[in-house]
């Protein structure tokens, strides 16, 4: 079975400060995809990468990075230089690697940036 | 990009009352579609998938009678929720495959059911 399990349940950081969101995922296969979304107050889902799990590079766009790490089975994001806009609930969800398959979300993390 | 919609985004019904929330993919075909519920403060939870030409799949503990889907068609997927109570009351969020070499998914902006 598929798991996900994002142990930071809220966060507050400081505008501007650093702050990295924790995924562990748990899964038998050996092909699967790995997500990151945000969710604001509106409720809309936002997609912020998706991750092949043959792929371990880390990737870096603007502000945010991943680090996947197949050996300990973590998916971690990093917002730098935090802004008030970055306050949401992210998510990391896992799915199989096939067309067709459904999502498993982890429990979220809800994040504050204070001004 | 591939876009998802929902209809109608917000809803507000007396117990007891039907509501149904409509999943369209605007421009490709999906013969999957999810449909998810969120409780205030909670995760997005797979309540069944939608398949096109045939009986919907349910998860676990989610009544089939209660929550009906049909997938009328290749871009068109709904969700009926029967005699509703509040404590149906949540935010329901479809997501649609599309076909590519990987999982790509796209997802509705949701609807959010306030029952009364």
């Known amino acids: 079975a598929q798991k996900v399990t994002q142990a930071q349940t809220e966060i507050s950081v400081v505008e501007k400060e650093d702050v990295t969101l924790d995924c562990v995922y748990e899964?038998?296969?050996?092909?699967?995809?790995l997500f990151w979304y945000k969710q604001p107050p509106s409720g809309e889902l936002v997609f912020l990468i998706r991750r092949n799990s043959f792929d371990e590079q880390n990737e870096i766009s603007g502000r945010y990075s991943w680090n996947f790490q197949k050996s300990t089975s973590s998916f971690n994001f990093t917002i730098t230089a935090s802004q008030v806009v970055d306050s949401a609930v992210y998510f990391c969800a896992l799915s199989e690697a096939t067309y067709g398959q459904n999502f498993v979300f982890g429990p979220g993390t809800r994040l504050s940036v204070l001004p | 990009g591939a876009v998802v919609s929902q209809h109608p985004s917000r809803v507000i019904c007396k117990s007891g009352t039907s509501v149904k929330i409509e999943c369209r993919s605007l421009?490709?075909?999906?013969?999957?579609m999810f449909w998810y519920r969120q409780f205030p403060k909670q995760s997005l939870m797979l309540m069944a998938t939608s398949n096109e030409g045939s009986k919907a799949t349910y998860e676990q503990g989610v009544e089939k009678d209660k929550f009906l889907i049909n997938h009328a068609s290749l871009t068109l997927s709904t969700l009926t929720v029967t005699s509703a109570h509040p404590e149906d009351s949540s935010f329901y969020i479809c997501?649609?495959?599309?076909?590519?070499?990987?999982?790509?998914?796209?997802f509705g902006p949701g609807t959010r059911l306030t029952v009364l």
């Open positions: 899964t038998r296969d050996t092909t699967y995809y």
């Open positions: 421009d490709f075909q999906a013969t999957t």
């Open positions: 997501s649609a495959p599309r076909l590519t070499s990987y999982n790509e998914q796209f």
